[in-house]
């Protein structure tokens, strides 16, 4: 495995295999790596034969308040980690690398999508991934992409930007990887106190109870009150408890199926979940 850090050193890697036609995989992260991370070089590695995972913590999609100077940055694990699972490449570029202009004047925006959710709660953040995700898949030119529908808002950014810029790339989205208790697996969880790690598994428990009472027959409106109740009871600051459609539109009364989204705060730590939910059998 090799780790690349400048943008020319990656390209000089990438060279043979591309002129090799090899199929590329990509694997965009921030770092602090666990088991949802390796999951999608576990399947990258299934479908291409070159499989490069990056790791930058991306300043633009952090707001002013948020934990960019605190992001866990751990590359010398992470490495290790990469090499047990076949990890090709490693890109880990500094900023000055990415953003050799600073501030940074160009935007990739793409609307819509990202005025709900956590676009509507992190304002600029989805610009900045859309511009970080843009460069890197400029740099790389991967085959295939992979994400994890953790962030399932983050995935639909992603795919409406290939689609308008005609990127030439396939995202793929994986399932969420949880841990034992349920609860989703996230570089902030390591933010937790031993109590706050205690009750974070009621996120996901509750979007399970969520979906169970919605196919008992109660409205969606009144699941949802319920389950804000619950978190909110249970310690957490809401952020949102909300439903949209898999496409991310307003959910209609005669829709059958949709997504289930929380956002909530322990103490300082922001956790994001969501189930998908239908109510109609195939
Ligand atoms: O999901 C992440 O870790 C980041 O948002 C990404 C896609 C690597 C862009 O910085």
């Known amino acids: 495995m090799k780790t690349e850090t400048s943008v020319h050193g990656l390209a000089a890697s990438l060279h043979t295999a591309r002129s090799a036609k090899k199929v590329i995989g990509f694997v965009p992260t921030m770092g602090n ?32 308040n948020e934990d960019f100077e605190n992001y866990p940055r751990t590359l010398e694990q992470d490495s290790q980690l990469l090499v047990d699972v076949g990890c090709d490449i490693i890109f880990a570029p500094s900023v000055d690398q990415m953003y050799v202009k600073k501030p940074v004047i160009t935007r990739i925006q793409v609307t819509e999508l990202t005025e709900i959710l956590c676009g509507a709660s992190r304002p600029n953040h989805f610009d900045g991934v859309a511009l970080i995700v843009t460069k890197l898949f400029n740099i790389v030119q991967p085959h295939y992409a992979f994400f994890g529908q953790k962030d399932f808002q983050q995935v639909a950014v992603v795919k409406q930007l290939v689609q308008d810029l005609n990127l030439n790339v396939e995202v793929i989205a994986l399932p969420t990887v949880r841990a034992e208790d349920g609860l989703a697996l996230s570089s902030r969880n390591v933010y937790l106190s031993v109590e706050q790690r205690a009750i974070a598994p009621l996120i996901y428990q509750s979007l399970l109870d969520a979906e169970r009472t919605l196919h008992e027959g109660e409205t969606l409106a ?53 189930l998908y939910v239908k109510l109609i059998k195939d």
């Open 33 to 64: 790596l666990h088991e949802g991370h390796l999951s999608l070089v576990r399947e990258a590695k299934k479908i291409c034969d070159v499989v490069v995972v990056s790791i930058f913590v991306n300043p633009t999609q952090f707001g002013p």
């Open 222 to 274: 009144d699941v949802l009150a319920q389950t804000k109740e619950r978190l909110q009871a249970a310690g957490f600051t809401i952020d949102y408890v909300e439903a949209f459609t898999p496409h991310l539109h307003f959910v209609q009364s005669t829709d059958k199926e949709f997504v289930l989204f929380v956002a909530v705060k322990l103490g300082t730590t922001r956790l994001i979940d969501n």
